[in-house]
């Protein structure tokens, strides 16, 4: 029987999880699946959780707006989705629900390979943002001994997430000592990087266009830059393994993603 598996979000056209993933089946020649579904609201997001409780799914890999509703719908969650109050995959067996987070994990990974000189223990980090992704990221950095501030349009939202995991709301002024700054926000942040440390390190989870304009202004001072990209790729890898049993062929599917994209690689 044919594996079916996806990614939800809205929107979700732009997703470059099928692309991933469906490279990663054909080159270990699975029978399997991996579609994009674009529900409506939350409603549609849970008859799909219901449809993975009836069998008909294995597993799905959750974006922006269902991450905390993910693990709000799960029967089991693992100390990492806890901790993070959201999830980006869930996986179906035996008409239970687990709810894994892997989005730390792909962040991590990401700036281990594009910025492999930045150790965050004992630096300020600075994200901006305050949804799931961002929850991951900040348990993600704070596990790795970095001080981490949250910035935020909507200052209860960054309390809500600070309370939960005990980092900090800070002002913009704090950006200026930050030896990272991540943008986890689905628009361009309004920041100067001019004010930035000379040394600093820019991140931003978008990956359309692959060089953000907040990026594009890093690279301008000359600044490090991760792309969302690497994240991206990074948080598929565990997915990958968690839904097929297997781990991900070792073939380059950033390079298939940047075609995808229009970039050169």
Same mark, same amino acid.
């Given at each position: 029987? %044919?594996? =079916?598996?996806? &990614?939800?979000?809205?929107?979700? @056209? ?15 020649? +699975?029978? @399997? ?7 409506? #609201?939350?409603?549609?997001? @849970? *008859?799909? &959780? %219901?449809?993975?409780? !009836? ?15 993910? +693990?709000?719908?799960?029967? #089991?969650?693992? !100390? ?8 980006? =995959? ?11 987070? %892997? ?7 990401? +700036? *281990? ?34 001080? &981490? ?14 309370? $939960? ?6 002002? @913009? ?16 942040? $309004? ?7 000379? $040394?600093?390190?820019?991140? $931003? ?6 060089? %953000? ?13 991760? #792309?969302? =990209? ?36």
């Amino acid at each position: 029987m %044919t594996i =079916l598996a996806g &990614v939800a979000g809205r929107p979700i @056209a732009h997703s470059l999880s099928p692309l991933i993933h469906t490279t990663w089946i054909k080159t270990a020649e +699975l029978d @399997a699946e991996y579609r994009a579904f674009g529900p409506e #609201d939350g409603a549609g997001f @849970a *008859a799909l &959780v %219901t449809d993975g409780r !009836a069998g008909r799914l294995r597993g799905l890999n959750v974006t922006a707006p269902f991450k905390e509703l993910a +693990l709000a719908l799960a029967d #089991d969650a693992s !100390a990492t989705a806890r901790k993070c109050g959201s999830a980006n =995959l869930l996986l179906f067996q035996d008409g239970r629900v687990w709810a894994e987070s %892997t989005d730390g994990a792909g962040l991590i990974g990401a +700036l *281990a390979e594009q910025a492999p000189e930045l150790d965050v223990r004992g630096q300020s980090v600075v994200l901006l943002g305050a949804g799931g992704a961002a929850r991951a990221a900040v348990a993600a950095l704070k596990a790795a001994g970095a001080d &981490v501030g949250v910035l935020n349009r909507t200052r209860a939202r960054a309390e809500a997430l600070t309370a $939960d995991l005990g980092v900090t709301v800070v002002e @913009a002024r704090a950006l200026n000592e930050a030896a990272l700054v991540i943008n986890a926000l689905s628009v361009p942040p $309004d920041i100067e990087v001019s004010r930035l440390r000379d $040394d600093a390190v820019l991140m $931003d989870m978008t990956y359309r266009p692959l060089l %953000t304009p907040f990026l594009l202004q890093g690279r301008s001072r000359g600044l490090t830059t991760v #792309d969302g =990209l690497a994240m991206l790729i990074g948080q598929a890898r565990p997915s990958f393994r968690v839904i097929f049993g297997i781990e991900p062929p070792p073939i380059d599917v950033r390079t298939e993603a940047l075609t995808a994209l229009g970039e050169a690689p």
